[in-house]
Each structure stands twice: as C-alpha cells, then as structure tokens.
C-alpha cells in the first residue's frame, strides 16, 4: 500500500561534499518495497504454489512452526488439526496470534474461538459489514503469507481440490499486513496500488478484466459460476473464439450451478461437474500464462460484499501447474 502524497516527507536533492560529489545515500534504513499497482507486476520473489487435497496441511504447519514474533489469520471456518493445533502452540509460547473468524459461521467457529482464547490468542468476530469473512490468510511474522482456496479443516483438507500459495514477496505483505491491521481494527484500509484481487475491493473488475485479457483459451474451475457479470465477460470471450470451458462443483451441492450449467449450454461453452475430490477451488487459467486463484467465488456476494483475498499467478511454471491440475480433474468429471 502506497503512502499519499501528504503522508510523504519532502525528499532533498543531495548536498554537494565540496569534491563536485554527493554522498551515497544512507542505507542504514531498510528499503520499502516497490510499489506494485497491476496484478501482473512481476514479483520480487515468485509465488510457491500448492495443491490440495494432495499436500494436506502441510504448507500451512510450515509456517505457522516457523513463526517467532507473530501469526495473524483470517478465515472463513477455523477446524480441527494440524493448523489448529500449531496456532495453539504458538500462542502459549508466547507468539503474539491474532485471528478474525467469521461472524457468520458463529455457531461453527465459537469451539475454535475458546481454544484459541485460552492458549492466549486475540480472537475476534468479523466485521458485520462483510455478508462474510471468507478471505483465508495466514501472515508470520510479517515476511510471508499463505494465501489460499480452502479453509483450515484438516479433514476438508483431505478431500476437497483447492491451491493454496507462499507469498514472500515485499509489496505484497506490506499490503496484508496492512489490510489485516484494518480489518482487526474496524477501519477502511487503503487499496489504491496493491497487485492483490481484494473484495469487495476491485475483485470483479480485476477478474473481469483478467477474463477479457484472454486470447486463445479460457479454463475455469471454481465451485461457482454465478454473477452475471462475470458470466457476460465469459461469454464475451467465447464469442470473439476463444475457446471456453468450465468445471464447477456439483450441483446437488452448490444449487446455483445447475443454473450456470444451462447459461454455458446455452452459450455452447463445454463445462462439467466433479464431485471427487469435491470443487472447492476458484481458479482461471487464461492463455496458459497466468491464473487466479483466491478465496472469491466467482459469485456476486463474494465479489460485491465479503471481504476476500485473492490474487493472479503470473509464473507460467504455477500457471502451469493449475491448468495440468483442471486437466486432470476434466478427464474423470461429469458433463452437465
């Protein structure tokens, strides 16, 4: 997140040393991060992308252990395991954890709330204004996130297909670190450059536009297909001949796709549906060059009113990855 222009110290031109030289800059004080305003602004240090169910909890544990000042979390549902337990640990040695759970799971994160609370965590309900706190993030220590698809169930874990990825990069932390110290404390933050997708943000437009960027081939595997915008730049694209197809999640599970079966029908995009593992993932793949992947659905409240994390993958070796994953899960899943 940038500093406004009246927040910014007036910076002088160097003092001539009486040699026709400046000198050096200090550099006593660490460098802040480039600003990063376009979600394809390349990283400083590349995502690490996962995949789940294969990888489990795994990724999550890993930083959560290596943690030694703080852990800050937002989730959607917290859950028994590994994750759970590691938090718990954290706090009582001492490692200043801070959750937000979301409001309106109440009856299904109080358990998590009063576990948590009593390893010494700070704890604390969503804000009413999001419909739902349905971002998921991990922040350790202020240096890396673990952004994913997925809640912290061990056991969904095991069976849903979702990605999650490591986050190193400067700009991007600074922004979440940013973004979490908003959220906890009720306040509006300031996303006028940040290369995240953040909703109720710029979500639908970011992913609108990365939909309309698409010039051969569109993949989308996401548990939902239900705004109707996001719905027309599909269609848009499909038109124009760039070759469409979805995969949603069953929709004897998510009601709203046996809808958007019938729009792409209609629009003679091929789409199918996958109930092992279970589509909880919202993932684009456009050209083969770069995803989205999130915790948006790609839905109107997801994208109009919760607050939601996510962001694009521009490593053609992660956008890979998610595509041969589609593929896979393409070959053994039902037309609609």
């Known amino acids: 997140e940038p500093v406004t222009a009246a927040e910014t110290p007036a910076i002088e031109a160097p003092k001539d040393d009486g040699n026709g030289s400046a000198p050096s800059p200090s550099t ?3 460098s802040k991060p480039a600003p990063a305003c376009d979600v394809l602004t390349p990283r400083t240090k590349p995502l690490e992308l996962f995949v789940q169910p294969d990888v489990g909890s795994a990724p999550f544990v890993a930083a959560i252990t290596k943690a030694t000042k703080t852990i800050d979390v937002m989730v959607y549902q917290m859950g028994y395991g590994p994750i759970l337990d ?4 954290k706090a009582k040695a001492g490692v ?8 309106s799971q109440k009856n299904v994160n109080q358990k ?3 576990r948590l609370l009593a390893a010494g965590a700070n704890v604390i309900w969503s804000d009413p204004q999001f419909t739902y706190m349905h971002a998921k993030v991990i922040l350790v220590d202020g240096v890396e996130a673990i952004i994913s698809t997925g809640n912290y169930s061990e056991s969904y874990m095991g069976k849903e297909r979702n990605f999650a990825v490591r ?7 600074e922004v979440l670190t940013k973004l979490y110290a908003a959220d906890f404390s009720r306040t509006a933050p300031d996303l006028t450059c940040t290369r995240l997708i953040v909703a109720p943000v710029n ?3 970011r992913l609108i536009d990365f939909i309309a960027s698409a010039k051969k081939e569109i993949v989308i595997e996401s548990m939902q297909l239900g705004d109707k915008d996001i719905r027309d730049a599909i269609a848009a694209r499909k038109a124009a001949g760039v070759a469409v197809r979805a995969l949603l999640a069953d929709p004897s599970w998510i009601d709203t796709n046996k809808d958007a079966g019938t729009f792409l029908a209609d629009k003679q995009i091929p789409a199918r549906w996958m109930k092992s593992p279970g589509v909880h993932v919202k993932a684009i793949v456009v050209d083969d060059q770069a995803a989205y992947i999130g915790s948006e659905n790609l839905s109107w ?3 109009t009113k919760n607050r939601e994390v996510g962001l694009i993958v521009s490593e053609t070796t992660n ?6 994953t589609f593929e896979t899960d393409w070959a053994t899943a039902t037309p609609f």
Do not use: C, F, H, W
Not at 86 to 89: D, V
Not at 167 to 173: E, K, S, V
């Open 28 to 30: 006593n004080e660490p």
């Open 319 to 324: 956008a890979a990855t998610v595509k041969s």
């Open 86 to 89: 590691g938090l718990e640990a």
């Open 203 to 205: 979500a639908k437009q």
């Open 96 to 103: 200043a954890v801070r959750v937000i759970l979301d409001l």
């Open 301 to 303: 409240t997801s994208l």
């Open 112 to 114: 998590y709330m009063d």
């Open 167 to 173: 986050n190193t990069d400067p700009a991007d932390i």
